[in-house]
T-cell receptor, first 112, second 112 residues
Framework: SQQGEEDPQALSIQEGENATMNCSYK?????LQWYRQNSGRGLVHLIL?????REKHSGRLRVTLDTSKKSSSLLITASRAADTASYFC????????????FGSGTRLLVRP | EAQVTQNPRYLITVTGKKLTVTCSQN?????MSWYRQDPGLGLRQIYY???????DKGDVPEGYKVSRKEKRNFPLILESPSPNQTSLYFC???????????FGPGTRLTVL
């Protein structure tokens, strides 16, 4: 089952611009995570936001969560060519299990 | 160095020939999980384990087996591989709930 759906599927921006990716999910959650994947490599955890949080920052990353709309956004400010990667949101199943459900990802290309 | 290792990294095999992909973590994490990644489908969870001798099915467990006899190891077993199991496989581990996961480098499997 696909819990998280990212939008857009692909995004191309110029270096220095901001990049915004969105994630929508279907059921109630305890937390939502964002991961980054460089081509064909393992995913790297970026940030986690809990269901009782609305916004969280980490360096150039800003994540928002709207549980009423069942959606989250990831903003990367002042993008760099090295930010080129795929970005995935992942949600828990809403219970206390370790089950994680990933979206299909947004491919970000930052042009130098 | 804290890491999740997978072996082999690349494997080409034939239909029906049993294979095992090993996964090991040196971070004393309780939680481990296996995912497969296919184009356009994101990551789908195959099995996960909350601790030694405790495993549970993810979204796509058919055709796979796992075991967790030791905390550090979580092998993925394909008893009779089929071409539809051709995929990129990732192992991940996490120390706690919520599962902010550390991913291995991936195993690219081709079943002919």
């Amino acid at each position: 089952s696909q819990q998280g759906e990212e939008d857009p599927q692909a995004l191309s921006i110029q270096e220095g611009e901001n990049a915004t990716m969105n994630c929508s999910y279907k059921t109630s959650i305890n937390n939502l995570q964002w991961y980054r994947q460089n081509s064909g490599r393992g995913l790297v955890h970026l940030i986690l936001i809990r269901s009782n949080e609305r916004e969280k920052h980490s360096g150039r990353l800003r994540v928002t969560l709207d549980t009423s709309k069942k959606s989250s956004s990831l903003l990367i400010t002042a993008s760099r060519a090295a930010d080129t990667a795929s970005y995935f949101c992942a949600t828990d199943a809403g219970d206390s299990s370790y089950k994680l459900i990933f979206g299909s990802g947004t491919r970000l290309l930052v042009r130098p | 160095e804290a890491q999740v290792t997978q072996n082999p990294r690349y494997l080409i095999t034939v239909t029906g020939k049993k294979l095992t992909v090993t996964c090991s973590q040196n971070m004393n994490h309780e939680y481990m999980s296996w995912y497969r990644q296919d184009p356009g489908l994101g990551l789908r969870q195959i099995y996960y384990s909350m601790n030694v001798e405790v495993t549970d099915k993810g979204d796509v467990p058919e055709g796979y087996k796992v075991s967790r006899k030791e905390k550090r190891n979580f092998p993925l077993i394909l008893e009779s591989p089929s071409p539809n199991q051709t995929s990129l496989y990732f192992c991940a581990s996490s120390p706690r709930l919520p599962p902010e996961q550390f991913f291995g480098p991936g195993t690219r499997l081709t079943v002919l």
